[in-house]
């Protein structure tokens, strides 16, 4: 059964970096188009980075373009998230997916951006 474990979140000033990970297991991880997305209380689950599998290929949402970069390691069964100049805004549980969502979603990790 597939598996998504998301680590690596935290509290974080304004301005700040945080890298998140996530541990994907029971798919086919290597051609798997994977994903990043947040959800902030209230809020829709939103896709915010993606990943091919074949090529690597990125593509990001403008509202985090510029400031997040999305990478992965085959031989690991691992995805990453680099985030920088953190903004109130990215304040979120952040989960990783198949591009469509379309595994049972993981814990999450919670994102803060606050002074």
């Known amino acids: 059964q597939e598996q998504f474990v998301e680590s690596g979140g935290g509290l974080v000033q304004p301005g700040g970096s945080l890298r998140l990970s996530c541990r994907v297991s029971?798919?086919?991880?290597?051609?798997?188009?994977m994903g990043w997305f947040r959800q902030d209380s209230g809020e829709q689950r939103e896709l915010i980075a993606s990943?091919?599998?074949?090529?690597?290929?990125?593509d990001y949402a403008d509202s985090v373009k510029g400031r997040f970069t999305v990478s992965r390691d085959n031989t690991k069964n691992m995805m990453y998230l680099e985030m920088t100049s953190l903004k109130p805004d990215d304040t979120a549980v952040y989960y990783c997916?198949?591009?469509?969502?379309?595994?049972?979603w993981g814990q999450g990790t919670q994102v803060t951006v606050s002074s």
């Open positions: 990943i091919t599998g074949d090529s690597g290929r990125v």
């Open positions: 997916n198949s591009i469509r969502g379309t595994f049972s």
């Open positions: 029971g798919i086919l991880f290597s051609i798997s188009n």
